[in-house]
């Protein structure tokens, strides 16, 4: 699997992970294939994409996906249980109590000077009453997955608790074998693999194999495709012209059920363009990025800048769709607060002066070098300020 490195270009972050080589738990270095920013907000990571593992102590690798890590996760105590007596319960919480088992909590009956109430409706519909434990406070963030009722949707970093033994652990790795399984590190350090009971039929990787070549049957380009699922995630390489038909294989591999992510590999025909002309395409198409940057190199695209108008995204996609392009990096952000200052549309040259607060922003592109810092100097007689940041392109 090393081979596939090359697709995963960006280090995103470090987590302690199981190396089956090693046989125990290592710290990893994860790497993506799209840059991701975690604090920005989690739902900004998409679920289902791949990420390349890889053991800092044997250089052991392994895919995951986005969705398989606790802490990607934008609402981690979803679906989860909190164990009796940690936790502010709230109705409708599901809750572990060690002589009932689970159940729901139903209401909360907050007495004057006592112990508030809790009415539990357990699972055959009886209800019962019973006391809130003291001291909880600080545990209000610690919630469990329970195990083995919940383990089929556990994530590596999620704390679990085994209702039979009543043991804590951790999640620190995941297996998708002929079986699923997943690896939990014990209270005791013990690290046990403990196999998932599925409430659904869980399909091979043949299956998903065959799947995915039956729905991509009848794709223009199915003849040079090849596809092998490895751990249900499918790596798929293939021959194409245009990113319009990436997108299209892209949607088609997707929607196969059960697989965890996809890999693709993409041979694209060299083209003969540069990023400017790509530049010149996106205004030619009324696409405006401020402080823009256009990047096209080994076939990959990247866009960086400030938009205002909302459909600007769609908009890139479309116009860059007919290219042989194999990947768009698009790092743009929207800001209402643009103000287009004045634009020169010529024949020679395009240029568009903006201002995002203080600071005003040349985009666009000229002839010469003599031209931009004259446009640099007419920008600041007639805006009188000192920001100003001239990301003109000279296309002599
Ligand atoms: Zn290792």
């Known amino acids: 699997m090393s081979k596939d490195a090359s697709l995963f270009p960006i280090h995103f972050f470090n987590s302690e992970i199981f190396c089956e080589e090693c046989a125990q738990l290592r710290k990893f270095k994860i790497f993506s294939q799209e840059k991701y920013d975690k604090n920005y907000g989690k739902s900004e990571i998409p679920p289902n994409k791949p990420l390349f593992c890889k053991c800092d102590e044997c250089e052991n690798t392994v895919i995951y996906a986005t969705n398989e890590f606790a802490e990607l996760q934008e609402e981690p105590t979803f679906g989860f249980c909190k164990i009796w007596g940690m936790g502010n319960l709230e ?4 809750v572990f109590h060690p ?52 383990a089929e949707n556990a994530r590596i970093g999620d704390r679990i608790y085994n209702t039979e033994t009543k043991i804590i652990g951790k999640v620190i790795g995941l297996e998708f074998g002929e079986e699923q399984k997943i690896v939990i590190e014990f209270e ?37 495709m090849q596809i092998t699922s490895s751990s249900k995630v499918l790596s798929v390489s293939c021959r194409v012209s245009n990113l319009s038909s990436i997108c299209e294989l892209e949607k088609i591999i997707s929607s196969i059920p059960q697989i965890r992510c996809f890999i693709m590999h993409f041979v694209v025909a060299k083209s003969e363009m540069s990023s400017s ?63 287009v200052i ?49 990301h003109l392109l000279v296309l002599g």
């Open 91 to 94: 109705t409708g919480d599901n």
């Open 99 to 150: 002589e009932i088992g689970i159940c729901n909590v139903d209401g909360i009956n907050r007495v004057h000077d006592a112990l508030p109430q809790i009415v539990l409706k357990q699972q055959n519909g009886e209800k019962i009453e019973v006391p809130a434990v003291e001291g909880t406070e600080n545990k209000s963030t610690e919630f469990y997955r329970l195990f083995p009722q919940d």
């Open 188 to 224: 005791n350090k013990e690290i046990e693999k403990c196999p998932c009971k599925s409430s659904e039929s869980y399909l091979t990787d043949d299956f998903l194999e065959h799947n995915a070549k039956w729905r991509c049957k009848d794709f223009d380009f199915s003849l040079s």
């Open 277 to 339: 002309d790509i530049y010149k395409e996106l205004v030619k198409n009324c696409i405006y990025l401020c402080c823009c940057l256009v990047e096209f190199k080994n076939q990959e695209i990247h866009i960086a800048g400030f938009y205002y108008a909302k459909d600007t995204q769609q908009k890139i996609y479309r116009v860059l769709s007919k290219f042989p392009i194999k990947k768009v990096i698009l790092d743009i952000k929207m800001r209402s607060d643009i103000k």
């Open 342 to 390: 004045r634009t020169i549309n010529e024949s020679e040259r395009f240029i568009r002066i903006s201002k995002i607060g203080k600071i005003v922003h040349i985009d666009g592109w000229v002839a010469t070098e003599k031209e931009k810092d004259s446009v640099k100097w007419r920008t600041f007689f007639s805006t009188f300020s000192f920001n100003i940041e001239n």
